[in-house]
């Protein structure tokens, strides 16, 4: 009877000893390759370029909301990162192309302002906002009307000079209005003429990036910048 008991103490005592040994070795190892919360929000906004709104821990993985250019979603993450399920709450249904005004509707609302004829009407970029300046004469002068190509907003109204330029600016100098807005590596240089309208397009790399920069050929005065991939 002794001889049992001694033997089940024996048996008893071998497996708290593994059980202390798996808590001590094996546990640990698997919380210590556990990702943050702050990991877990990297992970995410790295893999889908977007921005996770909220993240709710659950028992065992983690819940993250995030929105992108597609739409909003939802992703449940295990601890280590892996996906488990993806889900899209709801989708973008218009993007910035459809929503931006065209040059017809601009032009309308630029009338709208000073009735008159139009005499230009040119695509730029304005505090980051891309935007319309039309250029109309009426009885009262000549004025540049400049509308928010995404939301319709008049946001300057200005008489121009009545003494424009009468000799183009030249190569070289275009060039150097160019690089003084983006220093960067000149790959190419365009005179170019648009309804009697004549622009230098000067083209810029810059950190492997290529920056096209529409300038006035009269004025000097920078029309457009326009990032390409």
Do not use: C
Not at 38 to 62: A, S
Request: aromatic residues 6%; proline residues 1%.
């Amino acid at each position: 009877m002794k001889k049992k008991l001694i033997i089940g103490s024996i048996v008893v005592a071998g497996i708290l000893i593994l059980i202390v040994v798996y808590f001590q070795f094996i546990t640990p190892s698997s919380q210590q390759s556990a990702l943050t919360q702050q990991e877990m929000i990297q992970v995410v906004e790295e893999r889908y370029q977007g921005i996770v709104d909220e993240i709710i821990p659950l028992e065992e993985n983690y819940k993250l909301l995030f929105s992108n250019e597609l739409g909003s979603y939802e992703v449940t993450l295990d601890s280590q990162g892996k996906v488990i399920e993806l889900q899209l709450i709801e989708a973008n249904e218009k993007n910035e192309s459809t929503s931006l005004l065209t040059e017809e509707e601009a032009t309308r609302l630029a009338i709208e302002q000073v009735n008159g004829n139009v005499d230009s009407v040119q695509e730029t970029t304005k505090d980051s906002r891309s935007i319309y300046s039309v250029t109309i004469t009426s009885s009262d002068g000549t004025f540049q009307v400049e509308i928010d190509r995404a939301t319709g907003e008049t946001l300057d109204i200005h008489e121009t000079s009545t003494s424009l330029p009468t000799t183009k600016i030249s190569e070289k100098e275009a060039i150097a209005i160019a690089l003084a807005e983006v220093n960067g590596e000149v790959d190419d240089v365009e005179l170019e003429e648009d309804n009697g309208t004549y622009y230098y397009e000067v083209e810029i790399e810059y950190n492997d990036k290529d920056v096209v920069i529409t300038i006035d050929a009269y004025t000097g005065k920078i029309l457009s910048i326009t990032w390409e991939n």
